[in-house]
Structure formats: structure tokens, C-alpha cells
């Protein structure tokens, strides 16, 4: 009898015991570990720009385009084509380094990234790699966008995955392709490639255009390589980008004639991709700023991209990669094809000679108490030099010569 009470006050004190314990996990422990899961949450969870894009109060908006980093593997990367007193100690870093110094020296509003942001056969892991090359970026909290180049998926990521990686980082704006809706004509799972998007910039707060988009960004995935008739090539942008592409526009103008402003003049709009058109290979070009080093690597595919830019009318500029020692803006039919130069110290360049960026400046009209629409895109590079200097400074558009 005696040893049943023992065995019934034994168990009695053990499920007390049980009983406690789960309250200590429950009141001390359990809090501690759901904070940690929240606070994980918040640093994983992407922070997100100002948006929309806006021209400053002093009616501007600042474009740094960003092409070709060929960003590796960092520290271990090595540079290519540098003189051989500067091989010993460049790498990748050089590369973010001039991100770095660009961004501080000219203090963009936006940042565009048009293709090889990695080199995928040097970049043992993808993600790391995009990390690394956007990190200057995101640390400064400006927004910025970006487009692929042909060797971007050469690496651990599809060319979808580093899409939709790309947009759900810090301070990115880019997309995978444009929203499902965007057009009547297309929706997203309809457009080749990966990258096809617009972004809208608005009128300065206080203006009559605060709420109107006085100036529009078109992104668009050109591809890689393809087998043409037997025959290796680039990429190129496919129909059913143009008629996206074409339905955003008309969509953009015919809000702006119902809404329009008093300039009558459409908004104009820019265009970011990486490989040229085949005409800029084969010219002749009316008009030449800059450095034309080497032909244009291009598809032997044409696609028929400049008619449709032409045929738009609102695009005044494109902005281009992939032939890192062309640092030119060639003017064909009425639009400017500008080169960004080789930016990455791991891509191939010309040694003793700098890497480059190029800027990009909209200014607005000025009204007689207000800001009104964009009066002029001007442009010009600089040089990853002790000066950081600036060359081949031109004027791409003005309003007057619309009028």
C-alpha cells in the first residue's frame, strides 16, 4: 500500500515538474525565440525607394548608367586588361570601388545597370556575386533598376531566377516583366525574356505635373546567344517585346493627350538594353560623340527594333552595352544610341586606358511660376581616373527642336 502512495506522490511531483518546465518554455523561452523569428523577418523583409521617381525641386533627374561590371568573385577576381604595373592588386574590388566613387561624385537619382552585372563563369555563386555587385547601390538607398547582358546566367541562376532575385532586393525597381495587365494586348507570361518593364518619372512636387510622368524608362531583356540557320549569335528583342513595348507607349501618349500638358509635346521616354541593333553595325551613323573602337557585336537577327522606336515617337535615347571599348552616342533616324562603356575591371577593356560610366541629365522646362515638362536630356561620361573626369559632354534632346 505504502508503495503505491510512493509511486502515485512520484508521479504526481514528475507531471508537476513537466507542467513547469513547459511554462518556463512557454513565458521565457518561447517570446525570445518568436522575437528572433520577427526580427529575421524585418531583416530579410526588402527595403523599398521613395517612390514614385521624381525630378528634384530644382527640375532635375539624374541617370548613372552602369555597364558591363562583370563583377566575379570579388578579392580573388582579377582584372583583365590593365596595365601590368596595376594587375598585382586589381581585382573586383576596383570595380565597386568606382560605383562607389561615382555615386558619391555625382549624386544620382537613379541608377541603371544594363547588362553582364556578373560574369557568370567567373562567379562560383550567383546570388553572392549579385550581392556584391549591387551593394554600393543599395547602401546608398537610391533606386535603381537593371536589365541582363548575355553572360549573366552563365553562372548558378537561370536567366528568370536572376530576375526575379534582382527585383526583391533592396532599392530595386526592376521587375521580371511588366505587371499581368500592364497592356490589353500582352500580358506578362506572353513576352519573351526576362526584364521587360517601364518606369514612370513624375513632375516635381508643387508643379502642375506633380502627378502626370513627365519622363518614361523602357527596359528590355535583348537575350543572349542563339543558334540562327546553324549559325552562333547574340540575341535580340523578339516581336512580342515591340508589341508590348508599342502598346505601353500608345497607352503613355493617349494618357497624355487626355491629361496633357501645355507643352503639347509628348513626354519623352529613354530605352535600356544591352546588346546593339544590327544598325549601329552597319551605319552609317549621321552623327558620332565619343569613341567607336571595335563593331558592334550584334545579332544577325533584325528584328526591326529601330522602326518601332521610330515609329513610337517618344523615345529619344537608348543606352546600351556589351562592346566594352565603345564609349560612343551615334544618332540614327532621329534617336541617339549611347554606349555606357566598359565599367568592370574583370571585362575586357584596352589597358592604360580608364573604365567609364555614363551620366544621364534631364532638366524641366521652367514656366513662369512653375516647373513644367522636361526641356532638355543631356549626357556625358566620366573616367575612373585620379579626377574622375568628364568628357564628351552633348545635348540629346530639346524640346524646341519638337516644337
Not at 525630378?55 to 566575379?72: C, E, N, P, W
Not at 530576375?163 to 530595386?172: E, G, P, Q, T, V
Request: charged share 20%.
Amino acid at each position: 500500500m505504502k508503495s503505491q502512495q510512493l509511486i502515485w506522490i512520484q508521479s504526481f511531483v514528475y507531471v508537476i515538474l513537466i507542467s513547469f518546465c513547459l511554462y518556463l518554455i512557454q513565458t521565457l523561452i518561447s517570446p525570445k525565440l518568436l522575437l528572433a523569428h520577427l526580427n529575421n523577418n524585418i531583416i530579410l523583409r526588402k527595403k523599398q525607394p521613395t517612390l514614385p521617381l521624381r525630378f528634384r525641386s530644382d527640375g532635375t533627374f539624374k541617370i548613372l548608367q552602369v555597364a558591363d561590371m562583370h563583377y566575379g568573385n570579388g578579392i580573388t577576381t582579377r582584372c583583365r586588361d590593365v596595365l601590368a604595373t596595376e594587375f598585382d592588386y586589381c581585382s573586383d574590388l576596383n570595380t565597386t570601388r568606382f560605383l562607389k566613387r561615382m555615386i558619391e561624385a555625382e549624386k544620382p537619382d537613379f541608377v541603371a545597370f544594363t547588362g553582364d552585372n556578373i560574369f557568370g563563369t567567373s562567379a562560383s555563386d550567383a546570388a553572392e556575386s549579385l550581392l556584391e555587385v549591387f551593394r554600393p547601390v543599395i547602401e546608398s538607398g537610391l533606386p535603381w533598376a537593371a536589365v541582363l547582358g548575355n553572360h549573366d546566367q552563365e553562372s548558378t541562376m537561370t536567366r528568370e531566377e536572376l530576375m526575379s532575385f534582382i527585383s526583391l532586393m533592396d532599392y530595386s525597381v526592376s521587375q521580371p516583366n511588366p505587371l499581368a495587365g500592364d497592356t490589353r494586348e500582352h500580358r506578362r507570361n506572353d513576352i519573351d525574356g526576362f526584364g521587360n518593364y517601364n518606369l514612370q518619372v513624375f513632375g516635381t512636387f508643387g508643379s502642375p505635373l506633380a502627378n502626370s510622368s513627365v519622363l518614361n524608362l523602357y527596359f528590355l531583356d535583348s537575350g543572349d546567344r542563339a543558334i540562327v540557320d546553324g549559325i552562333r549569335t547574340y540575341g535580340w528583342i523578339k516581336e512580342s517585346q515591340l508589341v508590348w513595348l508599342r502598346g505601353v507607349s500608345k497607352q503613355l501618349q493617349d494618357c497624355d493627350q487626355l491629361f496633357g500638358t501645355s507643352s503639347h509635346v509628348v513626354p519623352p521616354s529613354l530605352a535600356f538594353f544591352h546588346i546593339p541593333i544590327p544598325e549601329i553595325r552597319a551605319g552609317p551613323l549621321e552623327s558620332i560623340v565619343g569613341e567607336y573602337q571595335e563593331y558592334a557585336a550584334c545579332s544577325s537577327v533584325n528584328s526591326g527594333v529601330l522602326q518601332t522606336l521610330v515609329s513610337m515617337g517618344d523615345v529619344k535615347a537608348v543606352f546600351i552595352g556589351h562592346d566594352h571599348t565603345n564609349d560612343f552616342c551615334g544618332y540614327l533616324k532621329g534617336i541617339w544610341f549611347c554606349y555606357g562603356g566598359g565599367f568592370g575591371y574583370h571585362g575586357y577593356g584596352r589597358a592604360g586606358k580608364p573604365r567609364r560610366a555614363r551620366v544621364v541629365l534631364m532638366e524641366l522646362e521652367k514656366g513662369d511660376k512653375e516647373w513644367m515638362g522636361v526641356e532638355r536630356i543631356k549626357t556625358w561620361k566620366r573616367y575612373d581616373d585620379e579626377k574622375l573626369s568628364k568628357v564628351d559632354e552633348q545635348v540629346l534632346w530639346d524640346i524646341r527642336s519638337s516644337r
